[in-house]
């Protein structure tokens, strides 16, 4: 679904994935779990693009769910990978870049659930060519801003393409009905560099803010939590 100009949403996974389609290349940000190849590649033949259009995948942090499908992503296509040095470290060590931190029943269900979710949220070693850094341009979107936005892992990204006023977020936020709510819980490294994640974020007065997880935000500006 095109949700602004060269701007795609994939549906139907779990962490959301989003295309930027442009003349030169196809840019994925995060890759989903293990096996989303599949949707993206039948997503980029919906558009008449081939899996060796992908020319770059931007990376805002390395949990399995959006890293999960980077090594088979960059085998088919030989995409170049970006990311910030923390999680760059994480995705070739094929693990996440900081330890949950569970409490209470959140422990439990987690040790019940600890196989079945250790093997869908599994990710196998990747490489990382490009090491970014907050306040870094990239050229794809009219000049893509990269943003320091660490809190919810200890190296995460958002991306900004000013030109159409859209904001990746990754995990830093999610989107829960029309409205916004910043990371928490025990998938946070850092709760108060959380918080001045989603403040940061909230001064860029986006026009449409697309989350990892839940719908994609319009007119989103003053849908920030207070």
Known sequence: MEIAPHVHHIPGTI??????????????IDAGLAGSEKKIFAYLAKLGRAPRDL?????????GDHVGALSALQRA????????AIEARAIRAGHMSREL??????????TIGSPLIKKMFAARPA????????????????GMRVLDT???????????????????????????????????????????????????QAMLAPK???????????????????
């Open 127 to 142: 490489s990382v060519d490009e090491i970014v850094n907050g306040d870094q341009i990239l050229p794809m979107g009219g």
């Open 101 to 110: 931190t569970p409490t209470g029943w959140q422990k439990i269900a987690l």
């Open 55 to 63: 020319k770059r995948i931007l990376i805002t942090h390395a949990d």
């Open 150 to 200: 660490r809190g919810h892992t200890p190296g995460h990204l958002s991306y900004f393409a000013p030109a159409v006023g859209v904001l990746f977020v990754g995990d830093s936020l999610v989107s829960e009905g029309t409205r916004l709510r910043g990371s928490r819980g025990m998938n946070n490294w850092d709760q108060p560099l959380a918080d001045q994640a989603v403040r940061t």
């Open 15 to 28: 962490a959301n994935l989003y295309l930027l389609v442009e003349p030169a290349g196809v840019t994925l």
């Open 208 to 226: 449409i803010v697309c989350a990892g997880h839940g719908a994609v935000i319009r007119d989103a500006a003053d849908k920030f939590p207070k």
């Open 77 to 84: 296509t030989g995409a170049r990978v970006y990311a910030s």
